[in-house]
């Protein structure tokens, strides 16, 4: 008897606890949709970026406004801005967690930044950024993304400076 439960024992002791397993995929799942939709942006890939990204779905800023992607689109610059600015972009993803149905994902883009940047044109500046998204997938496409960005510092590299505002006095 004793043989036996101890056979048991170890049997159960070796699957996964209940509930585990589905989780586990769905995260597994949750995170492709997210290196799939990285790898998108790296590449320029539109067509991908269009089938990852739900055209309805919110993007949240870090002032708290929400604005609907819109979409599909046509052109990468709308799709993507900061994909559009940055030639021969490099994207990492430093950290992906995922727990339910939200991935947070740190990464680091870099590349040479020619675009519009607050009002001044930039040619051929060579940055790095660091972004904080976390994305909300349903469906196998990320249907919200919060996200969060060095502003100040992308800024400063490409040649700007913060000045205080006037007092008034």
Same mark, same amino acid.
């Given at each position: 008897?004793?043989?036996?439960? =101890? ?16 989780? *586990? ?22 067509? *991908? ?66 675009? *519009?940047?607050?009002? *001044? ?5 060579? =940055?790095?950024?660091?972004? =904080? ?37």
């Amino acid at each position: 008897m004793r043989i036996v439960l =101890v056979f048991v024992s170890m049997l159960f002791a070796s699957l996964p606890a209940l509930g585990q397993e589905p989780a *586990t995929k769905q995260a597994d799942a949750n995170k492709s949709v997210v290196r799939r939709a990285f790898q998108a942006m790296e590449q320029g890939d539109l067509k *991908t970026l269009n089938e990852v990204f739900d055209a309805k779905g919110p993007i949240h800023t870090p002032q708290g406004k929400i604005f609907q992607r819109g979409g599909p689109f046509a052109d990468l610059k709308s799709s993507c801005p900061m994909c559009a600015a940055l030639n021969n972009r490099k994207i990492t993803i430093d950290s992906l967690l995922s727990d339910g149905d939200l991935v947070a994902v740190r990464s680091t883009w870099s590349g040479k930044y020619s675009g *519009t940047f607050r009002g *001044t044109a930039v040619t051929d500046k060579d =940055v790095s950024v660091v972004y =904080v998204n976390i994305y909300r997938i349903a469906d196998a496409k990320i249907v919200d993304n919060w996200y969060l960005s060095d502003s100040l510092y992308l800024a400063e590299q490409l040649g700007m400076k913060l000045i205080p505002a006037e007092t008034g006095k």
